[in-house]
């Protein structure tokens, strides 16, 4: 068995010569089996048991147009789930968003690749029908690297870059003027590839089977937000910042005195506010660095799961349960796993009891089919074992 990732993601010569700059294909990317991050079984999954729903994110498109979620609540706490699957058999693309929250397997992944480029890494996943696609041509506002999972999906990399564009910005891109691409290739599965900053490109499931990849988003620590926690840090010291500012309306001040306010604002910054602004980023990078590659599930032992399959070993792995109203949170160590409240009688069984079988986790919605999905979501977040 293979449990733990390549000692290195990324070659040695990729952050000197194509970060921010160049496309590239990433080779031997995981040693992991790559169908064992991610399935529509576990997308399910996450509609199904992750809590509390209003913390679930989720986008689904249809080529090019988004889909409101808001038909498919069942109530404050629940999805309904069926219908979900039934707009992806209709051609819609679903998006859980910060699925590394929601897999140690994946939470290993990008913790290592925030390791190694500094960024934060957060990951989403793509499963898109056959023969279709989610969005546009379209450029993102931070470092990409994608990963294939299952199927194949066509892409298509243009020259065209927007400038450096911001968090929350997504600029848009006319289809008709981008001529043809620089680059169109099939991405088969086990295969990744790097898209830098601002550079145009779009994907489709052309082929009879669907796609499923993972989006890791590499946010870099920009000066505009290194700028923005020395400000506030600052602020924590000096209560002029948090005076108001007359820059508007019947009180504003003229624009000379503004500017020479500004400046004033600006060199009240110090280097132990700098030092904080640094710690801050540091304390979030390494809180995703926290993951216990050592207790990834067995990925053939995940995939082979049924409901005669036993399992246990909960009771060394959550050191404790909470309860709230809108959902449950089982302490893990070195994160908290959230479940929907409905599970609490079956997530007690599982915690309570040294080894089961399965079939034996008390009645969830959906039949014993719920209860497969419901055990291999445990394993895969390392709250249970084989």
Request: charged letters at 30%.
């Amino acid at each position: 068995m293979q449990s733990q990732l390549a000692t290195q993601l990324l070659p040695d010569s990729f952050l000197e010569k194509d970060w921010e700059r160049n496309f590239r294909f990433l080779e031997s990317f995981s040693t992991l089996d790559h169908k064992s991050y991610f399935s529509l079984e576990d997308a399910e999954s996450i509609f199904r048991f992750a809590g509390p729903v209003s913390e679930v994110r989720c986008l689904m498109a249809f080529r090019g147009k988004i889909v409101k979620l808001d038909s498919l609540l069942d109530g404050p706490r629940a999805f309904r789930v069926e219908k979900i699957m039934r707009h992806f058999k209709g051609g819609a693309t679903l998006r859980p968003t910060n699925v590394h929250e929601r897999s140690e397997r994946i939470r290993a992944l990008a913790s290592r690749l925030t390791a190694e480029t500094g960024s934060i890494a957060r990951v989403n996943a793509y499963l898109t029908p056959s023969r279709s696609y989610a969005f546009k041509p379209h450029a993102d506002p931070y470092n990409v690297v994608v990963y294939q999972l299952r199927g194949r999906k066509r892409w298509k990399i243009w020259s065209r870059r927007a400038d450096r564009p911001l968090e929350g910005e997504h600029p848009e891109i006319d289809a008709d003027s981008l001529g043809e691409p620089e680059r169109e290739f099939d991405l088969e599965p086990g295969q990744a590839i790097y898209i830098p900053r601002g550079l145009a490109h779009a994907a489709s499931a052309l082929y009879n089977e669907p796609s499923i990849h993972l989006t890791i988003g590499l946010h870099a620590p920009l000066w505009l937000s290194v700028a923005h926690d020395a400000l506030a840090a600052c602020a924590d010291r000096d209560g002029f910042l948090r005076e108001f500012a007359p820059v508007a309306g019947q009180v504003a001040m003229d624009r000379d005195t503004a500017f020479e306010t500004l400046g004033r604002v600006l060199g009240s910054v110090q280097l132990e506010d700098l030092d904080e602004s640094l710690r801050r980023h540091e304390e979030l990078r390494q809180s995703m660095i926290a993951a216990k590659e050592d207790s990834l599930a067995d990925a053939e032992a995940v995939q082979s799961l049924n409901l005669d399959s036993e399992v246990g070993d909960a009771r060394s792995r959550i050191h404790g349960m909470d309860f709230e109203d809108d959902y449950l949170s089982l302490n893990l160590g070195h994160r908290n796993l959230k479940l929907q409240p409905s599970l609490r009688k079956a997530a007690e069984f599982v915690w309570k009891t040294e080894r089961f079988e399965v079939s034996s986790i008390p009645e969830l919605p959906g039949g014993e089919r719920s209860k497969l999905l419901f055990a291999r979501y445990l394993l895969n977040n390392g709250a249970l074992g084989v």
